[in-house]
């Protein structure tokens, strides 16, 4: 019931962002300082996301080789092809070979 | 009114290339919700109560691996943030639509919609409703549908392929794609750099230090650059 809950808002923020000039500030700008600030928003929380996903329950983090050869290999692949399959099977390749090796 | 059978089609046909690279994101978002243990309803529910790929993914991953409900909805609404400048710059076409579709269409204002429709802006209002309803209905339909067959495959995988990679994996694929230049690279190291210090912070919280450090830290370098 949480989770659904959670999503509901979720939902309801999203719907939220994207309407905001849409319906009610059509004529506003948004201001220089904000457009600056957002455009890090998403490296900035992409770089701690990945990192919070290897967390362990405990805190401890869970970065060994593995994950680290894995991102290094999507990242590399990534940005050679821009292509989200490729990484994909990159990554978990590299992850799955190395696991077995390490 | 007739409608227009061949911007529809056009809708359609625009829509399909660039509903492929989704296609991974969703059929994680399926295995994600498995993995989490979350009821899998309330776990797709968020492909059409949300609709936006990472944010769902990134309720669902962090839901699951036990962080506070609280920091989940928050990170997930800030990884939606980037909707504000869609929303800004879709503001001026939208202004020529009737009511009903200005309240209608942000819902469906995803990145790929916004990549589509953007370059539209100057067409007949009519026509770039027709447009906007019919590529927005076509990502929409198989959104539904490539989340709930990740879904159903989840049980199918097993334990120790570790799939739950792929999550953090495709978060990466996202970050590379969207660094245009060095102060945005800055930004992510310094996400990730504070929150591995803040690790140890209950509930994942110090996801959100990371997030609002990397953020400070892109809008500092920008400053100074000025």
Do not use: C
């Not at chain 2, 625009?14 to 969703?26: G, H, N, T």
């Not at chain 2, 942000?106 to 007949?124: C, G, N, V």
């Amino acid at each position: 019931m949480i989770v659904f809950l959670a999503t509901v808002v979720v939902g309801m923020g999203t719907y939220l962002s994207r309407s905001i000039f849409i319906l009610a500030l059509a004529r506003r700008k948004i201001p220089d300082p904000v457009l600056v600030a957002l455009q890090f928003v998403a490296p900035a929380v992409l770089g701690a996301l990945i990192v919070a996903l290897l967390i362990d329950e405990d805190g401890s983090v869970a970065i060994g080789i593995p994950e680290v050869a894995a991102l290094g290999v999507g990242a590399g692949v990534a940005y050679r092809t821009r292509n989200h399959i490729l990484t994909l099977v990159a990554g978990m390749g590299v992850f799955w070979v190395v696991r077995a090796l390490v | 009114m007739s409608v227009d059978r061949a911007i529809v089609r056009r809708g359609i046909t625009d829509a399909l290339p660039l509903f492929v690279p989704a296609v991974p994101f969703a059929l994680v978002i399926g295995l994600a919700i498995v993995e989490s243990g979350i009821d899998p309803f309330s776990g797709w529910s968020g492909s059409w109560l949300i609709f936006a790929g990472a944010a769902q993914l990134t309720l669902v991953s962090l839901l699951g691996s036990g962080a506070a409900v609280i920091a989940a909805i928050t990170a997930a609404l800030v990884v939606n943030a980037r909707h504000l400048m869609y929303s800004a710059a879709m503001a001026p076409p939208f202004q020529r639509q009737p009511a009903w579709f200005r309240w209608l269409a942000p819902y469906a204002l995803i990145d790929q919609m916004f990549a589509l429709t953007i370059i539209e802006a100057d067409s007949e209002p009519e026509t770039f409703r027709t447009y906007y309803l019919a590529a927005g209905a076509t990502f929409w339909i198989l959104w539904q549908l490539t989340t709930a067959l990740g879904l159903a495959l989840g049980p199918v995988v097993p334990q120790e392929w570790n799939l739950e990679f792929a999550v953090p994996l495709l978060f990466m694929g996202l970050l590379v794609l969207g660094i245009d230049k060095w102060t945005k690279a800055v930004a992510a190291l310094a996400g990730a750099g504070v929150t591995y210090v803040f690790a140890g912070l209950p509930s994942r919280t110090g996801l959100l230090v990371g997030a609002l450090a990397g953020i400070a830290v892109g809008f500092a370098l920008e400053r100074m650059r000025r």
